[in-house]
Antibody, heavy 119, light 107 residues
Framework: QVQLKESGPGLVQPSQTLSLTCTVS????????VHWVRQPPGKGLEWMGR???????SYNSALKSRLSISRDTSKNQVFLKMNSLQTDDTGTYYC?????????????WGQGTLVTVSS | DIQMTQSPASLSASLEEIVTITCQAS??????LAWYQQKPGKSPQLLIY???SLADGVPSRFSGSRSGTQYSLKISRLQVEDIGIYYC?????????FGGGTKLELK
């Protein structure tokens, strides 16, 4: 079955870089798009960016200058790197896969990983 | 960016009651709208996509509709397991954006 799992450091210091990994199973990264979505504690959802099935990327313009998404298809992994972290970057980070029918509907989600930005 | 305005922000309803949540898009998004449910401590779950299509495994008491740029999620007979926070999301143009959420509680 389709599974996604985020991993990375739970604590990051301000101004440092966040590196997260999404390890997927049950589908191929060359067939489906994978997105990153984050959620500050007690708040709503924010789409961060996307790794398309063909290797193209797109980013939320609000984060574009700080964000990079890449992948390793041989390891079934998608990576997120975001620099210059601040306290308002604290939250749960999810990787998600879309439905695959042409729309960016987030049909499968990882469990999420909580990232705290603090010194 | 397209703004999605959800209402109400919170809602208290009784079991078996009909519940309606609305989402207003700041511009035309056609049928590029989805609804998600998030239970405490869990990841969001896709309920409806394409305004009206039910995701796999979602009970038929959930339905979606549209009138112009206003979208609605209806729960026909509220059940205990429906308690949570509901979000709408537009998939018309990037950045994909979500509504602020509606917290549904039992009365």
């Amino acid at each position: 079955q389709v599974q996604l799992k985020e991993s990375g450091p739970g604590l990051v210091q301000p101004s440092q870089t966040l590196s997260l990994t999404c390890t997927v199973s049950g589908f191929s990264l060359t067939s489906y798009n994978v997105h990153w979505v984050r959620q500050p504690p007690g708040k709503g959802l924010e789409w961060m960016g996307r790794m398309r099935y063909n290797g193209d990327t797109s980013y939320n313009s609000a984060l574009k200058s700080r964000l990079s998404i890449s992948r390793d298809t041989s390891k079934n992994q998608v990576f997120l790197k975001m620099n210059s972290l601040q306290t308002d970057d604290t939250g749960t980070y999810y990787c998600t896969r879309d439905l695959g029918n042409g729309g960016s509907w987030f049909a499968y989600w990882g469990q999420g990983t909580l990232v705290t930005v603090s010194s | 960016d397209i703004q999605m305005t959800q209402s109400p922000a919170s809602l208290s309803a009784s079991l078996e009651e009909i519940v309606t949540i609305t989402c207003q898009a700041s511009q035309n998004i056609g049928n590029w709208l989805a609804w998600y449910q998030q239970k405490p401590g869990k990841s969001p779950q896709l309920l409806i996509y394409g305004t009206t299509s039910l995701a796999d495994g979602v009970p038929s008491r959930f339905s979606g509709s549209r009138s112009g740029t206003q979208y609605s999620l209806k729960i026909s007979r509220l059940q205990v397991e429906d308690i949570g926070i509901y979000y709408c999301q537009q998939a018309s143009s990037t950045p994909w954006t979500f509504g602020g959420g509606t917290k549904l509680e039992l009365k």
